[in-house]
């Protein structure tokens, strides 16, 4: 029986998670879970859980590690048979340490990306919320300037990508993340890339994961799911 491929992507807020995460997914077959998508899916559905963490993140907060593990829970509970990568989970020591009692990871991806590249990029972001899509007036803008190009709906930009937000969320990365990354650089499973450039980081990732992921990832072995 095939091993399952479990993996994660790491960075600071605009570092290029999702983006490269949905590169993976599509070139390795991998599905791909994002913790900021279950949280803004839950705040469209108006459920507890995102009633709750709305709270934080219009605060620029991490939303607390109970509410993520709720969140999180069912979502691995589904993906017992998948290889999967998870982009944005864990955020904190105790996520990271919750994750582990459940599942072995095979790698993790950190993005290191310099900190005024990151304001220039976030304070550029624009969102459609209904969808979730994600623009970039510079890297990619919208057919039509302030417009989703599937719906044509206004674009907004989210309270948190503010300039007066930003530099407070980045600076709190680092120090939660520290831990975190010590704790895959012991078990040898980190990976760091660093840049300014998402499509230069990109072949440097792609060519890592051809070497580790295993042709026929998607089988049956069972991952337990969390407490
Ligand atoms: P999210 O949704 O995980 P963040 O803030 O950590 O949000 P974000 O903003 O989604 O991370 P990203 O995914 O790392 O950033 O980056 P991205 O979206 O791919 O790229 C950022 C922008 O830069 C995009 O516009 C993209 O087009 C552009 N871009 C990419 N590459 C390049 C490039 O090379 N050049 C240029 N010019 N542009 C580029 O989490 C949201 C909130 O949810 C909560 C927290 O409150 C968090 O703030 N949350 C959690 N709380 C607790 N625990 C958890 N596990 C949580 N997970 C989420
Ligand atoms: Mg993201």
């Not at 091993?3 to 995460?21: C, D, E, N, W, Y």
């Amino acid at each position: 029986m095939a091993k399952l491929f479990r993996a994660v992507i790491m960075g600071p807020p605009g570092s290029g998670k999702g983006t490269i995460s949905e590169r993976i997914a599509q070139r390795f077959g991998l599905t791909r879970l994002s913790s900021g998508d279950f949280i803004r899916e839950n705040i469209a559905a108006n459920t507890d859980a995102g009633v709750l963490a709305k709270t934080y993140i219009e605060r620029g907060l991490l939303v607390p590690d109970h509410v993520m593990t709720r969140l999180l829970l069912p979502r691995l509970e589904e993906m017992t048979r998948h290889s999967w990568l998870m982009d944005g989970f864990p955020r904190t020591l105790a996520q990271a340490e919750a994750l582990n009692s459940t599942c072995d990871l095979d790698l993790v991806i950190s993005l290191n990306i310099p900190y005024e590249t990151l304001k220039e990029r976030l304070s550029d972001r624009w969102i459609h919320p209904a969808s979730g899509r994600v623009y970039n007036m510079g890297f990619n803008p919208p057919h039509v300037q302030g417009r989703d190009d599937i719906s044509g709906e206004p674009l907004i930009q989210h309270d948190d990508d503010k300039p007066e937000a930003l530099v407070a969320r980045l600076r709190h990365y680092k120090d939660v993340a520290k831990p975190i990354i010590d704790l895959y650089k012991s078990k040898g499973i980190l990976h760091t890339f660093s840049g300014t450039e998402t499509d230069r980081i990109w072949p440097y990732i792609n060519s890592l994961l051809s070497t580790k992921i295993p042709s026929t990832s998607q089988t049956d072995t069972q991952c337990i799911p969390m407490p």
